[in-house]
């Protein structure tokens, strides 16, 4: 498996043997287009390599926005040029300062359609949405002879789950359809001419709703080299992209699921 599949953390050196703090430097963002993508953004590849923890964004409340409704027939503009066209369109979707960050960066149609093709996958979509890396440290705690995550590390994705619970699925599922022609021909120009995007956003739904959520502590394991593994074998045999939701911890991986539930009954219909 690569590196981008399962590990925990990542110093590149030594296996860990305190409860020492390890800071991540990427992220992913997830949905049916629009939580895929932040989703995606915010739960990849946490606990990788150590270095300065990036500086908090600064907190914005929440806005309960309406958003508005794309008309019977809009004209989209080319691939090349839909990112200003996606900032308006997805920023009626929630205030928080997490979607605000992701929306700051380019290339936001690719960076959605690279994402969905990897989580459909089962794969993490690391290498692809890095902008929303915590912005504090993944600690362990011991308990007798085991180690566990400690809460504080879930507590860095609570403002992930926020988002996306907060966001309106029938909302998502018509900017979905909305955006849907240039979303399938970022999708097509990555070599997927035999597919559509339609049918990765649905296995993606799936691979992420199927995902198991345990009961109390999740125990962690040295891994190779400098890494964490999730000491319950059948967690650690799930997908690299189910790994990083349940990285969220059990209450914020169980938010955003409800979310994406939610959005595939919209998508359905």
């Known amino acids: 498996m690569g590196v981008d599949d399962l590990e925990l953390d990542r110093e590149g050196t030594s296996p860990p043997t305190s409860t020492s703090p390890r800071a991540s430097t990427r992220a992913w963002i997830i949905g049916g287009v629009v939580v895929l993508a932040v ?33 019977e027939t809009v004209v989209l503009p080319p691939l090349e040029q839909m990112d200003p066209f996606l900032r308006g369109l997805l920023g009626a979707l929630s205030a928080r300062p997490e979607l605000a960050r992701w929306l700051a960066t380019d290339g936001l149609i690719q960076q959605m359609a690279a994402a969905i093709d990897r989580v459909s996958r089962g794969a993490s979509p ?39 619970a907060g966001m309106d699925p029938a909302a998502v599922a018509r900017i979905y359809r909305t ?9 097509k120009a990555m070599g997927r001419a035999d597919s559509d995007v339609d049918v ?22 040295e891994g190779r080299g400098a890494t964490w593994a999730f000491a319950d074998p059948a967690l650690e045999a799930l997908d690299p992209a189910q790994k990083q939701l349940l990285r969220m911890g059990p209450d914020n991986a169980a938010r955003v699921i409800d979310t994406l539930r939610r959005i595939q009954q919209q998508l359905a219909s």
């Open 39 to 71: 989703l995606a953004g915010g739960v990849a590849r946490w606990w990788t390599m150590r270095g300065p923890a990036p500086a908090p964004a600064p907190e914005a409340p929440a806005a309960a926005t309406e958003v508005p409704l794309p008309a």
């Open 126 to 164: 690391a290498s692809d949405l890095r902008v929303l890396a915590p912005d504090r440290e993944f600690l362990t705690t011991r308990r007798g002879r085991s180690r566990e995550v400690d809460s504080a590390s879930y507590a860095r994705y609570d403002g992930i789950a926020a988002t996306l």
């Open 179 to 187: 955006i849907r022609p240039r979303l399938d021909e970022a999708y």
């Open 200 to 221: 990765a956003v649905q296995r993606a739904l799936e691979v992420l709703v199927a995902t198991p959520i345990p009961e109390g502590p999740i125990r962690v394991v």
